[in-house]
Structures are given as structure tokens and as C-alpha cells.
């Protein structure tokens, strides 16, 4: 074919394929390439130029022979052009002509006869084309493929395919043979095809999804109407909250903060996920009892009589139960019932060993009061938002423990037990200790704020009953804000009344034994209260008969448990009195001391070594203030050494003062009494009579000063089988609270300088230098 030279017309980002029409904005090239083709026309030449696409690392090899049909302005202004494509041609070497176009040397490509081959891929091909078109809904352009015949010429349609990049139609335009066109038309073509068909299966989920959301919304939107039109509204009317907030009986701020909260949910749609928070929010407000209280009983005998029947002892406490009552009852009868805004609640700490009965006593106090109960246990919590609840703009917020203890009560004057507040930690997340101070104030707790609420709420009414077993973890804060009522521990005989009038029939039930079929003599009772446990309360104890009864059941009924059958039920005795044996040789005495689990005895053991070389070593894990009590024992003994006997050369070797259960971490200054005892035993080698325990601080001049936990330790002191107690001389108004009968079983000396617990303690004259 005869070789054409033609102005050129560079396209960027657009390829024209043979047989397109379509329209171009010409800017200064193009306009030069247009009109050097017009010019043709009207000329010699035939009005023809080549249209190729412009690269970025080379010239095009290829373009196509086109003509120009019109000439004229889009709708903006802008000059364009509309060109008609005919075939291909190959791009030779640059040649001048006339104006400002570039001219080339254009040599058409011949098409020759389609091979079998070709007619072939061109059918595959078509009925390709005609798939995509038919999932467009395109009829019309369906129809016009068909009728193509010529297999080069359907091949060149791909130029107005949308899927095909702009690399792919040049790799069109620069692939003369047809079959190979086809063949790479067909290839991306299926996976056009393939893509689609993901494509639509997305599509087509998420359409259904919309209509979906779309149906159920007119459904509620037509249900509402429907029951609007009935007059039955919703159901439960969950949806009508303004009508909620309306009806229900809340205090003044409280409803307008609903209110508003209303309005915001009116405000939003559905699918503003504040709406859902706004709903939680309004369904706690409204379920929290606003102005629902019980009444109080005031029958003060009554209610001494429930306080007897659900426990033995415990008579401050139960004091302080009626006292509130008749306080409560006075103030009804005179209408002062709110002072300043404030309730008539109270806040009382039930402090003292495991077993005691703290825990039980909540609802028992709930019972005579004839109020609502509810336990909120502290014992681990480490979250200060479980006191205050978290704010509402977190996931999943939630009020706090109180709030939800009064949702849960169903009274804004419940009792709220707080069970094992000593064990409340702190973390990272805060101190739920510092929150519990605004709770526990009586002067603030009428404002009490929760973060999830924001709200006001009124727990001035609220009987808060606080337990713990130690005072020592609880911040001082804390502990100024309740009314410390201790429950030291019970004596033997009261262990001996509550196993027979309280442990004994649970665990007979329990067991499924009637008390014809098995009896406990008090005996029993008193060898299992005294040689199997050794505690402060009875779970143990109760244990015990537990394990008993399990047993018993096991043999022919009915049996009567006796002190003697205890063996062969629940196996030798635990503990037996060993004051005896631990103080037989000098150099050992027996103090009292106070732990988380009640009173306890100590035995304080010392040593001489051999050695001329004074020093004092100290063993069984004691605290700080513990290692400077036994130093100033040894410094008082080293200052009045011959006023009490000891050889001054004795107290050149080196001494070891041990305090055995090694393993248990010991600290405070009521040992000092009993580790100077101790050292003046070793020193003079006079052994301190069994009988004997003794507690106290000592100071430098010998003076005893005075400790805590008398109670304890003197019921510690009976439980151990002592007879005679050492006590500082301040401590004498601390007996008031110390039974009868524990008293009646001890003798307590007050004493208010050391010398008179080494004059009557020491055993008969020994030598004084028998230690050296």
C-alpha cells in the first residue's frame, strides 16, 4: 500500500481504535494538525491525519488514519473537532509540509482475508461482549455487535469499552494481527466478567441490606401509626419516653434532666449510635426507685428480739441498732424527719476477726428494721468507676456499685452492706478508697454524683453497714467517716450457745438428721470449741460439726455425740494447752497479740551465744517498730542490770531473741513488756511462770505504755489456758468491754512500770549469774 504523509495529532490519555467517532478539544497542536488537514481537503490532499496517542518514553508506532467531519465549540467554548477513524497505519519517519502541524510517513496496514481461526475467536469473543452489554442492559449497542461480521472489525469495537485501560487499547491499536487481538480481548474480558460477578455479589448485599433496613423501618413506622390510630401506643412503652418521664414520679432536676435527654433522642435518627446511649441512660433513671422508701418498724422491743434471735451476743451492736430506731421513731413523731436536707442515715464499720458473724449481721439488721438489704462486696476492687460508675461516652458504661445496689434494693432507704472494705485496692484506674469518702459522709453523701448518672442522688436515708477485719489497710479518711463498732470475738461459753442454739440445727438439716436422731452434748460442744479450734469466731467451729454429722450419719441412729465419740468422728485434738512447755526453761514468755484473725498468743524466745562480743540478732520476720522494741528491752536490762539481778558480764555475749511461726510477718510496739521478760528470764535463769501473759510498750525508763486490742488479746489469753495477764496501767477503762466470764477466768494485773511484771512473773530466786 502507498505510503501517506499526514499531519500527526498526538492524543495524551485517550487511544482511538479504527471505526470510532468522536469528538476532540483541540488546543494549539491539535488546531495546527486540523487545519493542515482541511487545508488538504480543500486542496491537493485528501484531508486526511493520523491521530496516536502520546507517550511518555517514546513515539507511538501506531495510530490510525482519520478524517475530519466537523469542525466547531463544546457547549463551555472551549474549539473542538469531531474526527472519524478508518484503519491503522504504521508511523514512519518524520517530513515537512505545509503550516505548523508535525507531518509523518504513514503506511496503512493491509487487513487480509479473516482466517478460520479468526472467525472462531471472533464468535467467542462477541458472545462475550454481548454478556457484559446484557448486564448493562444495553439492547441497542447489543444488537449493533451483532451485526458485526468482520472479525478485525469487532475486535476494534474494544475502543469504546469502559473496562479497558488506556495501556490496553494502545496494545490494541499496536497489534495488527487480528487473531492475537482477539485472543487478548477474550482474555480480559473474562476476567472483566469474573470481577463483576464479586462485584455484584457485593452489590447485591448491600442492596439487600438497605432494603431490608428500609422494609422494617416503614413496618415500625406503619405498626406505630396503626397502634397510634387503636390508641394502644406500644406495649410496653419503651418508645414513648417523654410520655415515661412524664408519668413517673421523679424529683424536679432529675425530670428536666430527662427531659432534656428526650429531646436529643427526638432530635436523632435511628442509626446516630448516641441514641442508644441516651435510651440505656433514660431506662436506669426511670427503673432507679425516685421517691419509694419503706417504712421503718418502731417497735424497739420487737426489734431487740430479732437482733437475739438471729445472734448470740454482740450487744454493742445491737444497742446501736435500737438506739438508731428509737432516734428514728423520736424524730417521725416530732417531724424532723430531714434536717438541712439530710436523712437520718448512719454509717457503722463492723470491724474484727473472720467468723464473728459481721456479715450476717447486715441482713439481720435489715430484717429488724424492716427495710430492703443488699450486699455490695469491695473485697479485690481496684476500678474507682466501680463506686462512681464510668462516663457515658465510654462502651458499655455502666452506673457503679451503689447506684446499682439501690436499682437493685428497690428503696432509696435500703441497707447497704459494704462488705470487706478493708481489702479495697488502688491502681492505675484509681482509688475506690477516696471514692467511698463522699459515700460514707453523712455531710455529703445527700449530693452523692455518679459519672454514668450525672444526677444528684440522695443516700442520706441509706444505712450503710461497713465490715472489715482489719483497721489497719483502711485510710484514715475513710475510717473517721464511720462509726467503728469492733466485735472482738467470742468467749467459750458463747461458742458453746451459738453451736447449740444456731450451728447445730443448720448442720443437722444440712446432714438431713432430726435432732431425735442425733444429739450434741454441751460437753462435746466445749472440748470442740477448746482443744479442736482455736479462732476468734466459729467457721471453723461449724466446720467441724459439719464433718461430725457427716459421719455420725453413717452409723445406726439415734446417736448422741458425746466428748468421747469426738475422736473417732473428727480425730484427735488440734490444740492442747502448751504455755506449760514453752515457758519451762528461762528465756521465754508469753505475750498477747492482735492479727487479722483475732487475738493470739505470742512466745517470745531469747538465747545466749558464745562469743565476747555483745550484739543482738533478731529472727521470726519481724517489723520495724518489733526490732526497736527488742532493743530497748536490751537497753533497759543493760542500764538496770544489777537492780534486776543479771551479772553485768552476762551481757557481753551475744544475745538471739526469736518470735516463732517465722513465716508469719509480725509488727508493733505490745511486745516490749514481754521481750524484756524475756531477756531478764535468760540473764538471771529464773524461768516466768506458765500461767503468766503480759502485753505492752516499754520505754527506756521501764514505763509500760499503753496498747490496743485488750479484748482480743485477753480472750486470747482464756483461749490459751492462762490465768494471769499483764496489762499497762492506762489500759484499765479498756476492761469495761471485756466479758464477765473472761475476767472471772483471768486475772489482770494493771501495771504502769516493768520492774512490777519482773517481780511477780519470775519464778522463785534463782542464780543470778546462771545465764553467763
Do not use: C
Amino acid at each position: 500500500m502507498t505510503v501517506k504523509q499526514l499531519p500527526v495529532l498526538f492524543l495524551p490519555d485517550v487511544v482511538l481504535l479504527p471505526g470510532m467517532v468522536v469528538p476532540i478539544e483541540l488546543d494549539e497542536a491539535a488546531q495546527a494538525a486540523v487545519d493542515a488537514a482541511r487545508a488538504g481537503a480543500s486542496g491537493d490532499g485528501d484531508g486526511e491525519l493520523l491521530v496516536a496517542p502520546r507517550l511518555d518514553d517514546r513515539y507511538a508506532s501506531y495510530g490510525v488514519v482519520a478524517t475530519v467531519e466537523k469542525v466547531g465549540r463544546f457547549r463551555g467554548g472551549a474549539p473542538a473537532a469531531v474526527l472519524r477513524t478508518a484503519g491503522r497505519a504504521r508511523i514512519g519517519s518524520g517530513v515537512t509540509g505545509p503550516g505548523a502541524a508535525l507531518w509523518v510517513e504513514a503506511e496503512p496496514v493491509e487487513e487480509g482475508a479473516p482466517s478460520d481461526r479468526a472467525i472462531e475467536l471472533a464468535a467467542e469473543y462477541k458472545a462475550l461482549v454481548t454478556t457484559v452489554l446484557q448486564k448493562r442492559e444495553a439492547w441497542q449497542i447489543v444488537d449493533t455487535v451483532n451485526a458485526i461480521d468482520d472479525p478485525s472489525a469487532l475486535a476494534d469495537t474494544a475502543g469504546w469499552a469502559p473496562y479497558l485501560s488506556v495501556d490496553r487499547k494502545r496494545e490494541l491499536l499496536e497489534t495488527p494481527d487480528v487473531e492475537a487481538r482477539l485472543t487478548l480481548l477474550i482474555e480480559w474480558t473474562r476476567d472483566h466478567l469474573a470481577e463483576s460477578e464479586v462485584n455484584e455479589k457485593i452489590s447485591e448485599d448491600v442492596r439487600e441490606s438497605m432494603e431490608k433496613s428500609q422494609r422494617e423501618f416503614l413496618l415500625r413506622q406503619q405498626l406505630a401509626a396503626i397502634r397510634k390510630e387503636l390508641g394502644e401506643g406500644e406495649p410496653d412503652g419503651s418508645d414513648d419516653y417523654r410520655a415515661r418521664v412524664e408519668a413517673a414520679d421523679l424529683p424536679e432536676h432529675v425530670r428536666e434532666a430527662a427531659l432534656r435527654e428526650v429531646d436529643k433522642l427526638e432530635r436523632s435518627s435511628d442509626q446516630n449510635p448516641e441514641a442508644g446511649w441516651i435510651r440505656t441512660w433514660l431506662d436506669t433513671v426511670l427503673e432507679l426507685p425516685w421517691g419509694t422508701t419503706t417504712t421503718d418498724s418502731t417497735d424497739l422491743e420487737a426489734a431487740r428480739a430479732v437482733l437475739d434471735a438471729d445472734h448470740h451476743g454482740l450487744d454493742e451492736v445491737k444497742d446501736r441498732i435500737v438506739e438508731y430506731l428509737a432516734v428514728r421513731a423520736r424524730r417521725a413523731e416530732r417531724n424532723l424527719e430531714v434536717i438541712g436536707g439530710r436523712g437520718s442515715g448512719a454509717v457503722i464499720l463492723l470491724a474484727g476477726p473472720p467468723g464473728v458473724g459481721k456479715t450476717s449481721l447486715g441482713e439481720s439488721v435489715a430484717r429488724t428494721l424492716g427495710r430492703k438489704f443488699v450486699r455490695v462486696a469491695l473485697g479485690g476492687v481496684r476500678d474507682e468507676a466501680e463506686i462512681r460508675g464510668h462516663r457515658r461516652t465510654y462502651v458499655g458504661a455502666l452506673p457503679g456499685r451503689i447506684v446499682r445496689a439501690i436499682k437493685e434494693a428497690g428503696s432509696m432507704n435500703p441497707v447497704v452492706l459494704l462488705d470487706e472494705v478493708d481489702k479495697v485496692g488502688s491502681d492505675f484506674r484509681g482509688d475506690p478508697a477516696a471514692a467511698l469518702l463522699e459515700v460514707l459522709d453523712p455531710a455529703q453523701n445527700h449530693t452523692f454524683r455518679d459519672h454514668y448518672l450525672e444526677l444528684d442522688l440522695d443516700l442520706s436515708d441509706v444505712l450503710f453497714i461497713a465490715t472489715a477485719n482489719v483497721l489497719e489497710t483502711i485510710p484514715p479518711a475513710l475510717l473517721d467517716r464511720m462509726e467503728l463498732v469492733s466485735i472482738d470475738g467470742y468467749t467459750e461459753d458463747d461458742k458453746v450457745a451459738i453451736a447449740r442454739d444456731f450451728l447445730v440445727p443448720r448442720q443437722l438439716e444440712r446432714a438431713a438428721v432430726t435432732p431425735e436422731e442425733l444429739t450434741v452434748t454441751d460437753d462435746a460442744l466445749r472440748e470442740l470449741a477448746s482443744n479442736y479450734t482455736r479462732e476468734a469466731g466459729v467457721r471453723s467451729l461449724e466446720r467441724l460439726l459439719a464433718k461430725a454429722f457427716r459421719k455420725a450419719s453413717l452409723k445406726d441412729l439415734p446417736l448422741t455425740i458425746d466428748v468421747a465419740d469426738l475422736k473417732d468422728l473428727i480425730g484427735r485434738p488440734r490444740f492442747t494447752p502448751e504455755s506449760h512447755e514453752r515457758t519451762s526453761v528461762p528465756g521465754v514468755a508469753s505475750g498477747l497479740a492482735v492479727t487479722g484473725m483475732g487475738g493470739d498468743v505470742l512466745y517470745i524466745e531469747a538465747s545466749q551465744l558464745p562469743g565476747d562480743q555483745s550484739g543482738l540478732t533478731l529472727t521470726g520476720q519481724l517489723g520495724d517498730v518489733m526490732k526497736e522494741s527488742a532493743q530497748i528491752a536490751l537497753s533497759y536490762v543493760r542500764s538496770h542490770a544489777s537492780e534486776l539481778g543479771v551479772a553485768p558480764e552476762s551481757l557481753d555475749r551475744p544475745i538471739h531473741v526469736h518470735v516463732p511461726a517465722g513465716a508469719v510477718p509480725k509488727d508493733g510496739p505490745s511486745a516490749g513488756v514481754t521481750m524484756t521478760t524475756a531477756l531478764v528470764s535468760l540473764l538471771t535463769g529464773r524461768p516466768v511462770r506458765a500461767e503468766v501473759g503480759m502485753t505492752g510498750e516499754v520505754s527506756l525508763t521501764g514505763r509500760v505504755l499503753p496498747i490496743g486490742g485488750v479484748k482480743q488479746k485477753l480472750l486470747a489469753a482464756q483461749r490459751a489456758g492462762l490465768t494471769e495477764v499483764y496489762l499497762p496501767q492506762r489500759n484499765e477503762p479498756d476492761l469495761d468491754d471485756v466479758p464477765a466470764e473472761v475476767l472471772a477466768a483471768v486475772t489482770v494485773h494493771l501495771v504502769s512500770d516493768v520492774r512490777e511484771i519482773l517481780g511477780s512473773a519470775l519464778e522463785g530466786a534463782g542464780l543470778a549469774n546462771a545465764a553467763a
